[in-house]
């Protein structure tokens, strides 16, 4: 099966070049490009896309605001923001508005390949660079998030949620904890009701903002 992918940035030799990258990957088929947030909010309804690639600052309908807009119309999208920002806020705010994850445009292409291909199996993806900005982002906020309703979870939940803070996708969690992947989907589904929160993505977020990460 191939996963569809569309192009979303301003930038026409950037596009040009994603796209060439991609149709020479068997597993990818793009299927669309737009140079706006508005016509990518747009072009993601028409075409219904497995994955978007979403530039983050585009004249008009910003990144941010066009993710949202899709994940309205989509929620099941997976939408890789794909940026020159190094800003933990900006990583903070695609991860909370429920983006599946944050690269740089300076990744090579083999690890732009791979990271298309987790985010579309429903694993959360930040670019290397990124990851201990997004952990000092939490930590140093100046006052804690409000708590939720994670006294509620179950341990094995709450292991779980580890897991996810983690980036493991459910098969991965299933190997660790020996169980059967049908089982993970459910706890998952247990975590993100529990929390209030719709993505595996936010779940994560969460989990390290609270720290209910793992330490491995």
């Known amino acids: 099966m191939t996963i569809k992918v569309l192009l979303v940035d301003d ?12 149709s020479r990957q068997p597993e990818f088929d ?6 706006d947030g508005a016509e990518g909010v747009k072009r993601c309804h028409e075409l219904a896309p497995d994955v978007v690639l979403l530039d983050l600052n585009m004249p008009g309908l910003s990144g941010l605001e ?3 807009l899709i994940l309205e119309d989509r929620p099941q999208t997976a939408v ?11 990583l903070a705010d695609a991860l909370r508005s429920g983006a599946r994850g944050y690269l740089l445009k300076n990744i090579d292409a083999d690890y732009l390949v791979g990271a298309i291909v987790r985010a579309h199996a429903g694993e959360a993806v930040v670019a290397e660079a990124m990851t201990a900005k997004l952990v000092a982002q939490f930590r140093n906020a100046a ?12 341990p094995r939940e709450r292991e779980i949620l580890g897991f996810l803070a983690r980036g493991d996708s459910n098969k991965g969690i299933a190997r660790e904890l020996d169980l059967a992947e049908s ?5 998952v589904q247990n975590i993100l009701k529990k929390l209030g929160l719709s993505s595996r993505v936010q779940a994560a977020v969460y ?3 609270h720290g209910l990460g793992r330490s491995d």
């Open 143 to 154: 006052a804690p998030a409000e708590p939720r309703d994670e006294d509620r979870l179950t």
């Open 11 to 22: 930038h026409t030799l950037f596009r040009s070049g994603i796209k060439l990258l991609l």
């Open 207 to 209: 989990a390290v903002e």
């Open 80 to 90: 890789l923001m794909l940026t020159v920002s190094e800003d933990a806020e900006d």
């Open 30 to 35: 793009v299927v669309g490009e737009a140079a």
């Open 66 to 68: 066009a993710l949202q």
């Open 183 to 187: 089982t993970v989907k459910i706890h």
